[in-house]
């Protein structure tokens, strides 16, 4: 962990590691100001990659658990009646989203006693080396992909100096079509999760234990988006184009009893 000596820093705003690591990427640092932040401290006083990994961990269970409390009360509203257009729910729930990270996230830099501007040069030299760190580029990209399912904004594999990330080619997607690739979707998801709970039953391990349910809820969310997004090649459809189709058709009703 950082040095208790390192000032922790007032957060007025939702943390730069949201707006740049998940979101804008303003570089606050020069490379040369990242390489003396590394290699002129004695190691045990710089941020390792298990610590930026615990940070995002710790950060993800958070919002997941702050979203799935927000889709049960949107539920709620529209079965009393009350639509809520898609691009209001989609501000709705991205302006929730930093307002809880907000809450929480001084609290989580604290327990692992770090330094925002300090981590987030540590995030960043990490990301710089993914086969040295993959660890570190599972943890942060598991976070920035909730991020991009709240907001819709492409955010997954954004490195400093981008002012996007990469992102495929969106093809027109018909209402069958997404039907399908829904059903193939969710399928897979289904299958990862099943494998995950053999696997943890084959190891002895008790599901009924919270620890080995967050456990488990953090391993499923590392391979759900791959397993889904492979299923959806196998049949010739990206998933920027799966999602496009989801927002496109979104107010049919159909489409909507199957998602």
């Known amino acids: 962990s950082s040095s208790s000596s390192i000032p922790q820093k007032t957060l007025n705003q939702p943390s730069s590691i949201m707006t740049t690591t998940v979101s804008k990427l303003a570089f606050m640092t020069a490379a040369g100001a990242t390489a003396i932040f590394f290699y002129n401290l004695d190691p045990q006083d710089c941020i390792q990659p298990e610590d930026v990994t615990a940070i995002f961990d710790d ?42 990270l907000l809450a929480k996230q001084k609290s989580i830099f ?22 040295e760190y993959p660890a570190v580029k599972k943890s942060v990209e598991r976070f920035q992909k909730l991020y991009e399912n709240v907001t819709g904004e492409k955010t997954v594999g954004k490195r400093p100096g981008q002012s996007s990330a990469l992102q495929a080619e969106i093809e027109d997607v018909s209402k069958d079509q997404l039907l399908r690739a829904a059903g193939v979707y969710f399928d897979a998801l289904t299958s990862a ?43 010739g459809i990206s998933m920027d184009s799966f999602k496009a189709a989801i927002e496109k058709h979104s107010s049919d009703p159909e489409v909507g009893r199957s998602l």
Request: aromatic share 6%; proline share 3%; net charge negative.
């Open 59 to 100: 950060l993800f269970l958070h919002m997941q658990s702050v979203l799935a409390q927000l889709s049960q009360q949107i539920q709620q509203i529209q079965m009393a009646g009350q639509s809520i257009p898609e691009a209001q729910l989609r501000q709705i729930l991205k302006s929730e989203f930093e307002r809880a």
């Open 110 to 131: 604290d327990k692992h006693d770090v330094d925002e501007v300090c981590l987030q040069e540590a995030t960043w030299e990490f990301l710089n080396d993914p086969d």
């Open 193 to 235: 999760m099943g494998e995950i709970v053999v696997k943890f039953k084959m190891e002895g391990k008790d599901l009924m234990d919270p620890n080995v349910a967050q456990q488990l809820q953090m391993e499923f969310a590392g391979v759900a988006n791959d397993s889904g997004e492979k299923a959806l090649e196998m049949i």
